[in-house]
Nanobody
């Protein structure tokens, strides 16, 4: 069982940066692939990126590639999403999710979810 808590969301101007954190409970967090997803009002939840349990591999959606970076500190059971060059279309609730079995981009592949944190980018 893994519990996830996101933090770091807020309001930022276009072109600015934010760093989201996803703090996990559980001693085995290093075994989990962790993904970031986002959901804007009226839209489906979409994949942002993911990181392997060891942190050695990452994947990103094309829409954020080159602007967002995912990292993790397993000693702190925390995964980070560094977001740079933010755009108004990045506005959404951002969720982190963990999976012990999958390495994918679909929400159904992830077993555990945080409550989400709001990111609003003003133009």
């Amino acid at each position: 069982q893994v519990q996830l808590v996101e933090s770091g969301g807020g309001l930022v101007q276009a072109g600015g940066s934010l760093r989201l954190s996803c703090a996990a409970s559980g001693r085995t967090f290093r075994r989990y692939v962790t993904g970031w997803f986002r959901q804007a009002p009226g839209k489906e939840r979409e994949f942002v990126g993911s990181i392997s349990g060891s942190g050695s591999s990452t994947e990103y959606a094309d829409s954020v590639k080159g602007r967002f970076t995912i990292s993790r500190d397993n000693a702190k059971s925390t995964v980070y999403l560094q977001m740079n060059s933010l755009k108004p279309e990045d506005t959404a609730v951002y969720y982190c999710a963990a999976s012990i079995t999958a390495w994918g981009a679909f929400p159904i592949e992830y077993n555990y979810w945080g409550q989400g944190t709001q990111v609003t980018v003003s133009s």
